[in-house]
């Protein structure tokens, strides 16, 4: 089955530093990568999602980028705020028909110091 | 935050008990997930239904059992057969499972000593 690994799985930056988290993904079929966030305490949510026929998208201060080549998916945060400060989680689709599903890289703590 | 619910928000049993977490949504989705959340270990997920009357098991389904008998409507049981109940479960949705966000119920915590 698919198998994504995420990096770092903590990251400090100082507010206003850009943060890039990233990860790889095994099946070469995947075609949708979701990011989600996740506050403390509170349950996950969308922040940014990219489909296999686009290579970069952007969305304010969060791009997402996309090689299938190297399989391998990042996200990129500029001028981080304390804001930003959260769990982050990345996904990869799999499978097709009744078994689609999505696959979880285990999370990024980041910590934006003000 | 409305249109997926889960209940109740913490919850305590004994070991050797069977126990099931209610999710219910109101979005008219199509596809229901469950998904286990411990430190460090990301979302993995339990069961998922992309229809009513059908489900498939995830990554993790030993010990666990779902049903999916209307289209808002997803409860998982978390029987005496699952080694480590202890956890955080989050139940989502989707307008269909291709290629759509999932939304996040507010999650359970299950604490089983």
């Known amino acids: 089955g698919e198998n994504v690994e995420q990096h770092p799985s903590t990251l400090s930056v100082q507010e206003g530093d850009s943060a890039v988290i990233k990860c790889t993904y095994s099946?070469?079929?995947?075609?949708?990568f979701p990011w989600y966030k996740q506050e403390l305490g509170k349950r996950p949510q969308l922040i940014i999602d990219i489909r296999s026929n686009v290579g970069e998208k952007k969305d304010q201060r969060i791009a997402v980028t996309l090689n299938k080549t190297a399989k391998h998916f990042s996200l990129h945060i500029t001028e981080t705020q304390p804001e930003d400060s959260a769990v982050y989680f990345c996904?990869?689709?799999?499978?097709?028909?009744?078994?689609?599903?999505?696959?979880f890289g285990k999370g990024t703590l980041l910590t934006v110091n003000p | 935050d409305g249109g997926i619910t889960q209940s109740p928000k913490y919850l305590f049993r004994k070991e050797g008990q069977n126990v099931t977490l209610s999710c219910e949504q109101n979005l008219n989705h199509d596809a229901m997930y469950w998904y286990r959340q411990d430190p460090g270990q990301g979302l993995r997920l339990i069961y998922y239904s992309q229809i009513v009357n059908d489900f498939q098991k995830g990554d993790i389904a030993e010990g666990y059992s779902v049903s999916r008998e209307k289209k808002e409507s997803f409860p998982l049981t978390v029987t005496s057969a699952q080694k480590n109940p202890t956890a955080f479960y989050l139940c989502?949705?989707?307008?269909?499972?291709?290629?759509?966000?999932?939304?996040f119920g507010p999650g359970t915590r299950l604490t089983v000593t």
């Open positions: 989502a949705s989707s307008i269909t499972a291709v290629s759509y966000e999932q939304y």
């Open positions: 099946d070469s079929a995947s075609n949708y």
């Open positions: 996904a990869a689709s799999s499978g097709g028909g009744s078994n689609y599903k999505l696959t």
